[in-house]
């Protein structure tokens, strides 16, 4: 079974990254085929500097590491690095419309602010891509936070009405959300969901000094009453601080519900705050390390390799079905 996956580098990571996407990597690292790719073509679908996404490359590649995934089990490489996946867009966009594409959740709420004369093409056909990212590794799985999910819907369309076009070509990929932490809300406003490319006071960075991650957990809004327990419409905050807890502690919901039921709301912050510490401070640290030691480029190199060859095989078998001579 393949496995692939990718996050773009578009800011600076977030706790909602760390738990709906890079800690649920390594996972499948021993028994299945795992790519995983840095979006870095994704990352120009809205204006960001060319310095910012060279840094913001780079530093996704040593949280990989950092991760747990071992390069000599994954593949981890570059969009960019791999020319099929530009070649394989060209060909898939024109077997997705307008107007799936405009009904698009992440579409229309990147765009809504903006000019309606400057919304790039590619923010547009950001799901076109990221079809042509899965198929080319023929992945069966994907694990991805809640807010994607549209977007693999949006793929299997694409190979239902591809594969009965030309046969069986494409294979079928499938979700994976985790149970807990699926998506991870602001901590100063839980209705809206930790983003990296929004900032907001309430969102913890992977990069954030260990002391700000307290501060802002111990300043997380909580909700009236003094109760802990979980209710994502009457104490938002509160069962977004237990999904953080439960998540990087591996433990159910319920338990941690139960753990909690007899704390003050400041006590049971601070013990979310110590494990969000004590996982991202030696988290930070590996992947410092990995930065300095000139593997985040090792890594990339060899990565770009390797998936250069399954995305030509891909590419081949699509050229040829719709007919390129
Ligand atoms: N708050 C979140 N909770 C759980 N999972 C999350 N993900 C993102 N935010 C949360 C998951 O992380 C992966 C990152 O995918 P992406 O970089 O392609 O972009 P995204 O989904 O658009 O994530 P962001 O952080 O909101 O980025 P920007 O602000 O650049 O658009 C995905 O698996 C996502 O579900």
Do not use: W
Request: with cysteine; glycine share 6%; aromatic share 8%.
């Amino acid at each position: 079974m393949r496995v692939l996956s990718g996050i773009k580098p578009t800011g600076k990571l977030t706790l909602g990254n760390y738990i709906g996407a890079l800690k649920n990597f390594s996972q499948y690292q021993s028994d299945h085929d795992v790519f995983i790719f840095i979006a870095d073509l994704h990352a120009l679908t809205l204006p960001i500097d060319p310095e910012e996404l060279r840094m913001n490359t780079r530093l996704l590649t040593a949280f990989y590491l950092a991760a747990g995934l071992d390069p000599n089990r994954v593949t981890i490489f570059k969009q960019s690095d791999v020319s099929a996946h530009a070649e394989l867009n060209a060909i898939l966009q024109n077997y997705l419309y307008m107007g799936e594409l405009s009904r698009m959740t992440q579409f229309k709420e990147k765009s809504q602010n903006m000019d309606g004369n400057a919304i790039g093409l590619g923010l547009f056909t950001y799901p076109v891509l990221m079809a042509s990212d899965i198929l080319l590794y023929e992945a069966n799985i994907v694990p991805v936070g809640e807010d994607q999910i549209q977007h693999i819907e949006i793929t299997r369309d694409l190979v239902v009405r591809f594969n009965n076009r030309y046969g069986k070509i494409l294979v079928m990929p499938e979700p994976i959300v985790s149970t807990v932490g699926k998506r991870i809300m602001s901590l100063s406003d839980p209705s809206i969901k930790m983003s990296k490319s929004e900032s907001g006071k309430g969102d913890i960075y992977l990069t954030d000094d260990l002391t700000v991650i307290r501060k802002k957990i111990m300043s997380a809004v909580t909700d009236s009453g003094s109760e802990i327990y979980v209710d994502e419409e009457k104490k938002p905050g509160i069962t977004n601080l237990l999904t953080i807890y439960a998540a990087l502690t591996d433990k159910s919901l319920d338990d941690c519900v139960k753990k909690f039921k007899d704390y003050r709301y400041g006590d049971f912050k601070k013990e979310v705050a110590n494990v969000v510490i004590n996982t991202l401070g030696p988290f930070q640290e590996k992947a410092y390390e990995f930065l300095k030691s000139g593997e985040v480029d090792r890594v990339l190199r060899d990565g770009a390799q390797k998936a250069t060859i399954i995305a030509n095989q891909t590419l081949k078998k699509v050229k040829e079905a719709v007919g390129l001579l």
